[in-house]
C-alpha cells in the first residue's frame, strides 16, 4: 500500500515560486513577542489546525492586524513540487474576531524528506481571512451549532471547507460544496447558496499525504456498526461493518477469531480488507471488534475507520494499572511510520459496558513542549502501554529523516482518566542515528 496524496484543489497546475518571509513594523499585533501570551481584546479563543488556501503566486498574507489594510507579517504560498504535489502550510488557529482569524506556528509540516526544499516560514501570530483557509473535517455531520447535540445540517459525508467561517474552540463553522449523494440526506433547509452547506463540526485534519479518519462527533464514542448480532460463522463469511464510503468497494474477510476472554465475555475479532479495483492504492483495512452475546450471537462493538494509508495489525488485550485495554496496533505507511493504533478501554463489563475510546495522543504535544530546544520528534512514538513508558529518537533541525543526531527521549508515562499523559521525559545520548547507545 502507499501514501496516497489529497490535493487542495483539482487543477491546480501552475509552478508557485517560494515566497521568502516577510517581517514589518506594526502599531498593532506583534508577532513573536506575545507568541503563547493571552490573546488580544474581543478575540474569542479557537484552537484547531488548518491549512492556508491561496493559490496566487506570493501566497497567504498574514497580517498584523485583522485588515486587508494591515502589514503584512509574512506569506504563506502554496508549494508544488516536480512530482505535482501540493502541499499548503499548516497553521494553528488560536482566535477570531470578525472572519478574520488569530494563527500561529506556521510550517510545512507535510513535506517529510524534501523540507530542505521548502520556504523559511513565518512562524508568529499574525491574521489571515477565513476564505483562505481549508480544512477537513473528521466528523460524520455538520452541525447547527458547536454543540454535539444541536440539530443536523447534513447527516453524513466528507466535510472538506472551501472557506472557515467562524470557530469555538475546536468547533469549526465552515462553507462546503456538497455532493449529490449528501443533498439527499440534508437534515435542515440551506441558508447558503445552492449545493453549498454551512455548519460546525469537530476534528480538524490538515493531513495532505494521507486521508482522514471519520468519526463520531464525540471522539470518547467510538463508531458502532449499526447492525443486530451475528453468528461466528456469519462473521467469517461476511463483511459487516458498512459505511457509505465501503459501499463502492469489494470487500473480503482475511480473518477471524477469538481474542481473548474479558470479564468472562468473549471478544473476537475480524480483519476486512476493502479493494478498490479502478484505484488499487486506495484499498483499505478495517477492524471489527465483536462480544459474545451468551448464545445470542456476536454483537459489534467497535470498527476501525477506512484509511488507505494505514496498515493495521492484529488486535490485543493489555493490562495496564487498573485497565484492561483493547490495543489495535496500526501504523501509516511511508517514512514517518507514524502510530495509528486504536486505544480503547473497557468497563467492568464488556457485554453491557460501551468501549471508551482512549486519548492516546495529546502526551506528544506535551512532549514536544519540554523538550530542549533545537529537538523534535519527527516520526512515530509506540508506547509500552503495559510499563506506561516510551523511548523514541530525537531530531536536531538539520537532520535528515534517516539519521537523527538528537539523542533519545526516554519517556514515563501515566493516566488521567481515559487520557495519556506525559510524567516525565529525560533525553539520553544515542547511538549512531538515533539508535540505543552502546
Not at 450471537?297 to 495489525?313: H, K, N, R, W
Amino acid at each position: 500500500m502507499r501514501t496516497t496524496t489529497r490535493p487542495l484543489r483539482q487543477g491546480f497546475a501552475a509552478l508557485i515560486a517560494f515566497a521568502l518571509s516577510l517581517s514589518g513594523g506594526t502599531s498593532g499585533l506583534s508577532a513573536q513577542a506575545i507568541k503563547g501570551g493571552p490573546l488580544p481584546p474581543g478575540v474569542a479563543a479557537c484552537d484547531f489546525p488548518a491549512l492556508a488556501n491561496d493559490e496566487t503566486r506570493e501566497g497567504l498574507n498574514v497580517r498584523a492586524e485583522p485588515d486587508t489594510s494591515s502589514a503584512v507579517l509574512g506569506r504563506l504560498p502554496i508549494v508544488h513540487n516536480v512530482d505535482g504535489e501540493d502541499t499548503a502550510a499548516d497553521v494553528h488557529v488560536i482566535g477570531v474576531r470578525n472572519g478574520w482569524f488569530l494563527i500561529e506556528d506556521a510550517s510545512y509540516a507535510d513535506s517529510g524528506d524534501l523540507r530542505d526544499q521548502f520556504p523559511s516560514v513565518y512562524r508568529g501570530r499574525g491574521w489571515v481571512s477565513g476564505k483562505l483557509l481549508t480544512t477537513e473535517l473528521e466528523s460524520t455531520r455538520l452541525k447547527a451549532a458547536p454543540d454535539a447535540n444541536a440539530a443536523d445540517v447534513v447527516g453524513f459525508g466528507e466535510f472538506q471547507a472551501t472557506a472557515i467561517l467562524d470557530c469555538k474552540d475546536d468547533w469549526v463553522r465552515i462553507e462546503t460544496k456538497l455532493q449529490p449523494e449528501q443533498i439527499l440526506k440534508l437534515k435542515t433547509p440551506l441558508n447558503a447558496p445552492a449545493n453549498i452547506a454551512r455548519g460546525w463540526g469537530r476534528h480538524s485534519c490538515t493531513d495532505q499525504r494521507t486521508t482522514c479518519d471519520y468519526s463520531e462527533d464525540d471522539p470518547s464514542r467510538p463508531f458502532v456498526p449499526p447492525a443486530p448480532p451475528v453468528g461466528l460463522e456469519q462473521a467469517g463469511a461476511v463483511c459487516l461493518a458498512l459505511l457509505p464510503k465501503d459501499q463502492d468497494a469489494a470487500c473480503k474477510v482475511e480473518q477471524v477469531a477469538r481474542l481473548v476472554a474479558v470479564f468472562k465475555t468473549n471478544v473476537y475479532y475480524a480483519m476486512y480488507r476493502y479493494a478498490r479495483p479502478k484505484d488499487p492504492a486506495l484499498d483499505y483495512q478495517r477492524v471489527v471488534i465483536f462480544a459474545d452475546r451468551r448464545g445470542a450471537g456476536l454483537m459489534q462493538l467497535f470498527a476501525t475507520s477506512g484509511d488507505p494509508a494505514v496498515l493495521y495489525e492484529a488486535p490485543r488485550i493489555i493490562k495496564s494499572a487498573d485497565r484492561t485495554l483493547l490495543q489495535i496496533p496500526g501504523h501509516e505507511s511511508g517514512t514517518g511510520n507514524f502510530n495509528r493504533e486504536q486505544l480503547l478501554s473497557w468497563g467492568s463489563d464488556p457485554e453491557r459496558d460501551a468501549l471508551r475510546a482512549v486519548d492516546s495522543d495529546a502526551w506528544l504535544a506535551d512532549l514536544a513542549k519540554q523538550l530542549p530546544s533545537g529537538l523534535a520528534v519527527r516520526k512515530g512514538v509506540y508506547p509500552d502501554y503495559a510499563t506506561m513508558t516510551a523511548k523514541t529518537p530525537l531530531w536536531k533541525v538539520d537532520d535528515s529523516e534517516a539519521c537523527p543526531t538528537g539523542g533519545r527521549a526516554i519517556i514515563a508515562l501515566g493516566w488521567q482518566d481515559d487520557r495519556v499523559v506525559l510524567r516525565s521525559v529525560k533525553v539520553e545520548r544515542a547511538g549512531e542515528c538515533g539508535e540505543p547507545a552502546p
